[in-house]
C-alpha cells in the first residue's frame, strides 16, 4: 500500500492537498503572486505592524503625547525612505533573497551570514509578535477570566498557519484575503473619521500642540526632549518590519517581476505610512490612555464609534481585524523565512534540506521550523507583548544597515559603469545614516530590557552557520579527492555499442551528477561483483528544489544538466565493455520517484539489482545525520518492502 492510500497518508493529503504535476508547464505561472495578492502576503507584516508598533511608541511618551506628531511624520518618512531603497534593490537583485543576496552579493559572505541569520530570527519574531498581538487584540473585547486561554489559541493559530503554507502560498494568500480587505476598509473608516471629525477643532489642537512642546522644553529641556522622542521612535521600531519582505520574497511574484515588485512595495509604503501615522495622530486627538486588558487601539475605536447607534459593532469588527490581520501578518514570516533558510541551504548555511520543497512546493522543513521556533518563543514569553517588541526590531534594521551600505558600496565601486550612481547613492546613504542610527539607538535602549537575547540569538544561529559551512567544505574536500582520481580515469579497448539484453543481469546505478563519488560506486560494482552483471542502467532524479525551481526555464536547464551527466555515465561504461543505458525524471521527493522509477525498470529487466554509494565518515555522529540525508538507505527501505534488492556500497569521505 502506497503511503498516500494509508490513512496517514489521506490525513496528510487532505490537509495538505494532492501533489502537484511538476511537469505541468504553467506551474510557475499557477504559483507565483500579482501584486495584489503579494501585498496582501508580504505586505501584511507591515501593514499589521500598525497594530502595536505606534502604541508602543506612543506609551513611551509617557505625558509628552504632543510629541506623537513628530513621530507620525517621522514614521511616515522613515518608511518611504526605506522602501524607495528597496525599490532600487528590487531592480538589481530580481532573482530576490533580499537582505541575504544583497550583502553577499556586495559585501562577501560573512556580511551575508550575518544578514540572513538576522532576518532568520526577525522572520521567528515577525510570527510570534504578530500571533501574540493578534491574541492581545481578539481577548481585549473578551472578559479577563478568559485571558487563561489566550496562550493555547496562540499556538493553535501558529499550527493553523502552518498547515495553511504547506498547502501552498498562493492558497494561503487567497485564504486571508478577506480578512486583509476588512482590515484596509475598517482602518480607512477609523483613520479618514477621526482625523476628519476634529477638522474644525484643528486651531485648539495646534494650540495645545505648541503649549505641549513650550512646557516640555522647560521640564526636559531639549536634549531630554530630543532623548525621549528618539526613545519612543526606536520603541516604535517593530512599525518598520516588513519593508523588506517584498525584495526577499521576489521569487514568488508573477512575471515581470521587477515591475510586479515595485508596484507591490508602493502599496506596501503608502498604506503603511498612512496608517500608522494616522493612528498616531488619532492617538493625540483622542487623548487616548491605557486601559488595563485593552490595546489603545481597541480604546481609540472605542471612543470613535462609541456614539454610533451600530458603534460598538464596528469597533468590534475594527479590532477583530487587526488580530485577524495580525494572523496574515504572521504569513509574511512563513512566506519569507523558509526562502531565506533555502537560500543559504544553497550556499551552505544550512543543512541542504531545507532547500527541498514538498510535493506541494512549499518549503516544507523551513515552514515547519519557523513554526516550533515560534512556539518556543511564545512559551517563553509567557504570551507578552511587551517582552516580545523588545526583543524585535532590532534584526531588521541590523539587515537594513547592511543591504544599505552595501548598495552605497555597489554604486560608488560602479560608478563608471552605472550611468545613475549619482542617482541612486544618495538615496542608499540616507537610507544607511536613518537605519543605522536607528539601530544603534534601537540597540542601546532594548539592551538592558531584553534586547540582549535577540543578539545571543542571533549569535548563536552565525555560529551554527559557520560550523554547518565548515563541515560541509570538509566533506566537499574529501569528495574532490575522489574526483581529482577518477574523473579522469583511462579507458581502452573497443565501445560497446550492443543494446541492452533483458534476460542478462542488469545493475541498476542511483547517481547524481557525473561526479567522482558516482564513478566510485560504479566501479566497486565491478569490482565486488566480476562478471556477474552484463548491463549497466544508470538512474538519476534531478531534484527540484529552491536553488533549481526559479521557472519553467530553469527547470529545463536542470533537465538538460542531468541529461548531460547521465551521457558521460553511459559512454564510460560502453567504454570499458559494458552495455548501458539511462533513465531520469524530474521530483521534488528523490525517495518517491526513484522508487517509482526503478519498479518500471525492474518490470522490463527483470533479473536486476539496485545499488547505490552512501558516504562512511572515520566517526559518524548525530551532526552527519543531520548534515547529511540518508537517500540512499531510505530507498532501500522503500525498494526492500517491494520486494526488490538493493545494495548500498560505502563510499569513504576522508575528513
Known amino acids: 500500500m502506497s503511503d498516500d492510500h494509508s490513512l496517514g497518508g489521506k490525513i496528510r493529503q487532505t490537509l495538505i492537498g494532492k501533489p502537484r ?141 502552518v498547515i495553511l503554507n504547506l498547502r501552498g502560498i498562493r492558497e494561503s494568500v487567497t ?3 478577506p480578512i486583509f480587505i476588512v482590515f484596509v476598509l475598517t482602518h480607512i473608516v477609523l483613520i479618514g473619521y477621526g482625523i476628519i471629525s476634529h477638522i474644525p477643532q484643528i486651531g485648539p489642537v495646534v494650540q495645545s500642540v505648541q503649549t505641549g512642546f513650550k512646557g516640555g522644553l522647560v521640564t526636559l529641556g531639549a536634549g531630554g526632549m530630543l532623548l525621549l522622542f528618539l526613545r519612543a521612535f526606536s520603541m516604535g521600531g517593530g512599525t518598520f518590519t516588513g519593508i523588506e519582505a517584498v525584495s526577499n520574497g521576489l521569487q514568488i511574484m508573477r512575471e515581470p517581476r521587477v515591475h510586479n515588485g515595485k508596484r507591490t512595495m508602493i502599496y506596501l509604503s503608502v498604506s503603511l505610512a498612512v496608517t500608522a501615522g494616522g493612528i498616531l495622530i488619532c492617538y493625540l486627538l483622542f487623548n487616548v490612555r491605557p486601559i488595563e486588558g485593552r490595546t489603545l487601539n481597541a480604546v481609540l475605536a472605542g471612543d470613535l464609534f462609541g456614539k454610533w447607534s451600530f458603534g460598538p459593532i464596528l469597533a468590534a469588527i475594527t479590532i477583530f481585524s487587526e488580530g485577524a490581520l495580525l494572523l496574515v501578518a504572521a504569513q509574511t514570516g512563513f512566506v519569507d523565512g523558509p526562502r531565506v533558510m533555502a537560500n543559504m541551504a544553497v550556499d551552505y548555511w ?95 535602549e532594548k539592551f538592558p530590557v531584553g534586547g540582549w537575547l535577540t543578539l545571543v540569538i542571533t549569535s548563536i544561529v552565525i555560529a551554527l552557520c559557520y560550523l554547518t559551512k565548515a563541515h560541509y567544505n570538509k566533506v566537499r574536500g574529501g569528495v574532490r579527492e575522489l574526483d581529482e582520481l577518477l574523473l579522469t580515469i583511462p579507458t581502452k579497448g573497443p565501445v560497446n555499442t550492443n543494446p541492452l539484453n533483458p534476460k542478462e543481469m542488469t545493475a541498476i546505478q542511483l547517481v547524481t551528477g557525473y561526479n567522482g563519488f558516482g564513478i566510485h560506486t560504479f566501479l566497486s560494482i565491478i569490482r565486488s561483483f566480476r562478471g556477474l552483471y552484463k548491463n549497466f542502467i544508470f538512474v538519476s532524479v534531478a531534484e527540484v528544489d529552491v536553488g533549481s525551481f526559479h521557472g519553467s526555464d530553469a527547470v529545463s536547464c536542470l533537465e538538460s544538466a542531468t541529461c548531460d551527466a547521465l551521457r558521460k555515465y553511459v559512454e564510460l561504461a560502453r567504454k570499458l565493455g559494458y552495455p548501458a543505458e539511462f533513465q531520469y525524471d524530474l521530483g521534488t521527493d528523490v525517495v518517491e520517484t526513484a522508487s517509482r522509477m526503478i519498479e518500471g525498470i525492474i518490470v522490463k529487466y527483470p533479473n536486476s539489482t539496485v545499488f547505490a554509494g552512501q558516504s562512511v565518515f572515520r566517526q559518524p555522529s548525530f551532526i552527519h545525520r543531520i548534515l547529511h540525508n540518508e537517500t540512499a538507505f531510505a530507498i532501500q527501505q522503500e525498494l526492500r518492502w517491494k520486494g526488490i534488492t538493493t545494495v548500498i556500497l560505502p563510499v569513504r569521505i576522508n575528513i
Not at 500579482?34 to 511608541?57: M, N, R, T, V
Not at 537605519?435 to 542601546?444: A, E, P
Open 350 to 444: 544550512f543543512p541542504h534540506r531545507f532547500a527541498s520543497l514538498s510535493a506541494r512546493f512549499t518549503i516544507q522543513n523551513g515552514v515547519m521550523m519557523m513554526g516550533g521556533a515560534a512556539i518556543l518563543l511564545i512559551l517563553y514569553s509567557r504570551g507578552a507583548i511587551m517582552t516580545l517588541v523588545v526583543m524585535y526590531s532590532i534584526n531588521v534594521f541590523l539587515t537594513f544597515s547592511l543591504s544599505e551600505f552595501g548598495m552605497s558600496r555597489f554604486f560608488i565601486k560602479n560608478r563608471k559603469t552605472e550611468s545613475h550612481w549619482k542617482k541612486h547613492l544618495p538615496v542608499h546613504l540616507t537610507g544607511l545614516f536613518v537605519c543605522f542610527t536607528v539601530l544603534i539607538i534601537t540597540t542601546i
Open 21 to 161: 504535476n511538476i511537469k505541468d508547464p504553467t506551474l510557475f505561472h499557477k504559483l507565483a503572486l500579482i501584486p495584489i495578492l503579494a501585498w496582501i502576503g508580504l505586505g501584511a507584516d507591515g501593514l499589521s505592524s500598525a497594530s502595536y508598533g505606534p502604541e508602543e511608541a506612543f506609551k513611551t511618551l509617557g505625558q509628552h503625547t504632543y510629541l506623537a506628531v513628530f513621530l507620525a511624520v517621522a514614521t511616515a518618512l522613515t518608511v518611504f525612505i526605506i522602501s524607495y531603497a528597496y525599490s532600487r534593490i528590487i531592480e538589481y537583485f530580481p532573482s530576490g533573497g533580499g537582505g541575504y543576496i544583497v550583502a553577499t552579493k556586495t559585501l562577501g559572505e560573512k556580511a551575508g551570514v550575518v544578514s540572513g541569520a538576522a532576518l532568520l530570527v526577525d522572520y521567528v519574531l515577525t510570527i510570534t509578535v504578530s500571533i501574540v498581538a493578534c491574541g492581545d487584540a481578539v481577548f481585549s473585547f473578551l472578559p479577563l477570566s478568559f485571558q487563561q486561554f489566550k496562550i493555547p489559541f496562540e499556538i493553535f493559530a501558529i499550527i493553523f498557519l
Open 175 to 177: 485564504f486571508l484575503a
